[in-house]
Nanobody, 125 residues
Framework: VQLQASGGGLVQAGDSLRLSCTAS????????VGWFRQAPGKERDFVAA????????SYADSVKGRFTISKDINQNTVYLQMNSLKPEDTAVYYC???????????????????WGQGTLVTVSS
């Protein structure tokens, strides 16, 4: 499956952005999906993830209460709604997918098989 991440941009602290991760396959409902981010000079970190059905989610502590991940199976798209953005949220955001036969949420990057190209989010203070 091919993933297309979009929605990044330059915003001010406190603003909101919605990232989209669109899959090339109509069977996206069989995939667990996650968002990760990588700031300059840092490792890629987990941000949020959702299981194949969309009923279970997980978030990094740094984004809990501000970010929401959701899945629109009809649109083959997973969204990351980011509110109350902070300068420390500045990073390239990547979506990732793994075809699964379980209901688990995957929070580890090595468990994902497919990655999008990344979309840059810059939050100014």
């Amino acid at each position: 499956v091919q993933l297309q991440a979009s929605g990044g941009g330059l915003v001010q602290a406190g603003d909101s952005l919605r990232l989209s991760c669109t899959a090339s396959e109509r069977t996206f409902s069989s995939y667990a999906v996650g968002w990760f981010r990588q700031a300059p000079g840092k490792e890629r970190d987990f941000v949020a993830a959702i299981n194949y059905s969309g009923r279970s989610t997980s978030y990094a502590d740094s984004v809990k209460g501000r970010f929401t991940i959701s899945k629109d199976i009809n649109q083959n798209t997973v969204y990351l709604q980011m509110n109350s953005l902070k300068p420390e949220d500045t990073a390239v955001y990547y979506c990732a997918a793994a075809r699964v036969t379980h209901t688990l949420v995957l929070v580890t990057s090595k468990l994902y098989d497919y990655w999008g190209q990344g979309t840059l989010v810059t939050v100014s203070s």
